[in-house]
Antibody, heavy 122, light 107 residues
Framework: EVQLLESGGGLVQYGGSLRLSCAASGFTFSSFAMSWVRQAPGKGLEWVSSISGGGGSTYYADSVKGRFTISRDNSKNTVYVQMNSLRAEDTAVYYC???????????????WGQGTTVTVSS | DIQMTQSPSSVSASVGDRVTITCRANQGISSWLAWYQQKPGKAPKLLIYAASSLQSGVPSRFSGGGSGTDFTLTITSLQPEDFATYYCQQANSFPWTFGQGTKVEIK
């Protein structure tokens, strides 16, 4: 069964850091791009970042560029997002998601984790 | 950035109804559009990719159409499990962007 399991969420102070992890199973991890998408309380979906299957290409939303870093360890089937200089507006449920059919971010995210909650307090 | 606008923001419908949701991009995105369904407290689920391709395992009552700037998601014969929020997402260029969502509610 294809699965994604996020971890690392929690309560952090304004300006603090957090690293989220997403462990994948059930598919050839390195063959697919991975993404992070977040959802603030009561709000819609916001794409955060994507990384290619080999890790050589990364993409970021303007709202997190320079503060967040996406990475992956294909030997551990895990994708990460390092979040620094956290702000109140980063408070959200963070989902990791698998690209549907390509090692590059392409045309849709077909498998999603259950999400991990990040709360930034002031 | 490409802005995605969905309409309506919410729709009330009955079981068996046909529902159409529209998504408009403020610039052409060819067919680089996906549709997702999200139920409260759950992760989104991919329904449609490449504007009109049905994701494996998704019921055939869901269909997508359009290209360029105007797209539709149609649910024929709405079922109880279809009451949810639906989002479009453009994958034409980064940053990827989502529509604001359309909530399908029970009439």
């Amino acid at each position: 069964e294809v699965q994604l399991l996020e971890s690392g969420g929690g309560l952090v102070q304004y300006g603090g850091s957090l690293r989220l992890s997403c462990a994948a199973s059930g598919f050839t991890f390195s063959s697919f791009a991975m993404s992070w998408v977040r959802q603030a309380p009561g709000k819609g979906l916001e794409w955060v970042s994507s990384i290619s299957g080999g890790g050589g290409s990364t993409y970021y939303a303007d709202s997190v560029k320079g503060r967040f870093t996406i990475s992956r360890d294909n030997s551990k089937n895990t994708v990460y997002v390092q979040m620094n200089s956290l702000r109140a507006e980063d408070t959200a449920v963070y989902y990791c998601a698998k690209e549907r059919g390509s090692p590059e971010p392409f045309d849709g995210m077909d498998v999603w984790g259950q999400g991990t909650t990040v709360t930034v307090s002031s | 950035d490409i802005q995605m606008t969905q309409s309506p923001s919410s729709v009330s419908a009955s079981v068996g109804d046909r529902v159409t949701i529209t998504c408009r991009a403020n610039q052409g995105i060819s067919s680089w559009l996906a549709w997702y369904q999200q139920k409260p407290g759950k992760a989104p689920k991919l329904l449609i990719y490449a504007a009109s391709s049905l994701q494996s395992g998704v019921p055939s009552r869901f269909s997508g159409g359009g290209s360029g700037t105007d797209f539709t998601l149609t649910i024929t014969s709405l079922q109880p499990e279809d009451f949810a929020t639906y989002y479009c997402q453009q994958a034409n260029s980064f940053p990827w962007t989502f529509g604001q969502g359309t909530k399908v509610e029970i009439k």
